[in-house]
Each structure stands twice: as C-alpha cells, then as structure tokens.
C-alpha cells in the first residue's frame, strides 16, 4: 500500500497496538503493511508512548530479540485508580442496593461495561509482572470483570461452573464448605487448563472465602499455581482470615440493617503507581 | 496542561475514543484537556478517521449539535469478517472438539479474548443502527462475547440466570420447554430492566431455539422490545423455524458422529459492508 503521513500512521498504529492489550506485536508486519523503514516506526512508537505516559493512558513496551516487538499495556495512575474506585464505591454504597437480608445488589454495576473496564484495567495492571497464563472465574457474576481482564492481559478465561455439564467434557469436582454452612459444588473441564500453568483468580465477591478457597483447591487438583487473586468487593466484617496474593479492589463493612453499610477502595490502590 | 504537538495529540485522542467505543464525547472536554482551538481538534479527528477507514480500522462520527461531539465505533470490513469467521469456523469444526453425545466442546473458544473481540466486534457493528439499550444473554457461556458486545455499544449488559438469586431481588422467572423435552426456568431481577427499553440478544448456541424463545417471551413480560438476536452459532440441521430479526455469526451441521461436523460464516457476513 502506499505510505501515509506520520500523523495518520501513528492514528492506525495507535488503534491496533491498543485494540489487542499486552500483545507483543512485531515492527515487520507494521513495517509492511505501512511501507515504513524500522527506524521511521521506532520514532513513531516513541511518539505514543510519551504521549500516552504524558497524559496517564498507558504505555508502549519495546521488547527486544528475534521475538521482539512491541505491546501496549494499560498503566494505572495511582490517584486516578483511587478517584474511580471512590466514584464505585459510592455507587456502591448507595441505601437502595440493600436487599433483604443484607445483600447488596451488583449486578448493574458488574454489567456497566465502562465501570468493568476501569476495573479491569486496574486489576490486569496490578499482575501483569506476574505473567498469569489464565484467568480463573466462577460463574456467574463474575464473569464480565473477568473477561475484559483476560482481554486487557492477552490470556484466555477459564471459567468453573457449579455442575459439571455435557458440552464441557470430562471435569474434574470438587466439593468445598460454602459460607452459609452447606456443601457446594465445583467443576472444571479437564481440558480448560494444563499442568504447570500460572492461575489468576478474578471474582466479584469474597465473604468468608469458602469459593476462594474452593478454587486454589481446584487448581491444586489441576497442578496449577495461582500468583494471585482479585476480588471486586471484599467483605471486611466479620474478619477473616486473609488469603495470601489476594488484591481486590474494595472493602465494604454493614450490612445496612443492623450497621450502615460502607464500602471504600482498598489500600493497595492508593500506594500502587 | 502545556501545548503538544499534533502527533502526540493524535496519539492520545486515538487512545481516550478507541477505549470507549460509541461513546459521544465533547470537543469542549478535549479542547480544555490539550489546550487546543476546536478547529485544530476537527482536523485531528479528520486524519484520524481518514486514517482508520482507509485501513479498515474503525471510524470517527461526528454528532452534530448541543449534545454533539465524536465517537469511535468498529467498522467491519466484510472480506475482513469472512475471513476471521471461516478461520474460526476451522478451528470449530477439528474433530476433537467433539464431545459423546454430539455436544461441541466451545469454552476455549468463548474464553480466547482475541477471538471473542473479533465476534463482538462483528455483532456490534451490524446492529449500531437499532440503537439497542441494553445486551441481554442467558448465563452462562455467552457472557463473554456479550460483554464484549456491550463494551463495543457502550450500553449494559444484563444477565438471565437459570433460578432466581437472593441478591438480585424480586426477580421475573418464566418457565419454558427445552429442546431436550423438559422445562427450565429463567429469572431476571425486576430492577435489571425498564419498561420501553430496546433489548438486543447474545448467546452462544442456538439448537431448537428453546432458549431463545424463553428469552423473547421474557422480554415481553418486561414490555422490552427485541431490536434483534445474534448467537456465535446456530445449528443448520435439522432446520428450525427462524427467528424474526436473527444474525448469527456461524451456523453448523452434523454431529461427527453420524455426519460430519461442518462450521461455517453465515451468508449476511459476505453480503454486510
């Protein structure tokens, strides 16, 4: 094809390298599909990345070697991630999500898909380093924040269901104590996730941490490692016993009958950079 | 903050109206945040939306008017979305996927984030124009594509369960028959959708429409109407009745027992531009 101003090249690489997050992308292809020496598209990379560092928007990553490129993550600055939370967190907080017998009612708030990605992009840039080969979800709730996570981290979703299902193949169940007192179920297909892979554990809700700690079992079963865990919402009290890589995003405390309910962002959030 | 060049400015404009997809934003917003006249700022998305359609990126709209400004939204080239969707096609049709019973094992698929963006991005773009106000999907492994659709749409994502949950409130539950002969349940929360509101549906398998039917009449008892119905795959064989205002991504038949397994693009993919 033939070549374009600066101005419209660095429009069209700017779409790709952010439409496809942490994907390491190689400067041949774009050189070209833009008719581009290397040289001329290290100078426009150069370019996004201060202009998206400058302005809190992400940066670029050069990756040098045969298998080099480039990638575009999202980068969190800290009191930005801090203002959105706290704007969540009163949504949150809000005396009409209680419903009877103190739960609180997400689902609006884990359907917005401009809330999820801000959650998401928060939690995906707090693991990056981690480099987690999947993301593990149970259904349902769950679901959205953890998807655009894989999305923004460049890793599939893996998702647990509650019964193992015909169109999943052989599973492996489990079974593990629930909060309320009962047994529950879960199960993953034998085919999800292979030996030796690094789990990340994305979730909308921990209480007593009985799924929590279903999942790191589970993934014992599957000999998998989870470098970490993230909550949307954590419950504060009663106190519980805290679990080890756990990052979630925001705390609540009340039940909005017998105690005000409150919710506000996580302290990690405020010394992350 | 301090005057940038129009190649930074390029960059960071790309960047702030590709993260939210059919989102209207102000020129007065982007005017203050980079200290730049509104005519310099017309120009910028001028070579940006010059840009992305001379590459089959996207597009910038301009909306005219008090509440005008810009946005971005996905432009799907057709030969592009063939193309993409005959290579999933293949990957969906590899005889290991097939499952005892005839069932396709689809959660690898549904949980690649690349693969998902691509389909959410061909569902978005064909249905912009009925200006739905939410997506909605039966749980549990059409979440991910229809949150990515709703990302692309900018609108919410509301989520059918299969029984009714103590924290989703009052909840709507309808009773309706299931391809295999028995009856199943849905319920939506009486809070997740208004009366007059625009629904459009995705999922990720339609068989004998049991499902999708369920969601239609579920719908009507909450006086929404269905702008439209998009599933990653529909079942070819044996035929089924249509469903008014249905575009699915692939259709498939045969079972790899009996009959080969045969996926491929639905023919409006070939004939959208």
Redesign the interface.
Known sequence: MEK?????????L???L???PN?VMSFSVFSERFSAAKSTLSEDMA??D???R??G??QLQTIPGAAGGVRFRPLIVKNEAYNFLTWVSALLSEPGRI???G??????IL????I??GMSEIIASSWYDEKPDFILTM???G??VA??T??FM??????A?RQSR????SAVNINYPSGKGSIETMSL?R??VKDGQRALIVDDLIRGGGTARGLLSLMEEFSVEVVGLSFVLSQDTPPRKPIEKEKSLMFFSGDGENEPLQVRPAEWITLSS
Not at 4 to 12: D, F, G, H, L, Q
């Open positions: 374009i101003k600066r101005t419209e090249r660095i429009a069209a700017s779409r790709i952010m439409s496809r994907e370019i996004i201060h202009a998206l400058e302005n928007l992400g419903l009877p017998g739960y609180l009612y997400l689902s609006d359907g917005n898909p401009a999820v990605r259904e349902t709730k679901i959205p998807m655009m894989a999305d460049n890793i599939p979703l893996v998702i269901r015909v169109y999943e193949g297909s085919r999800a």
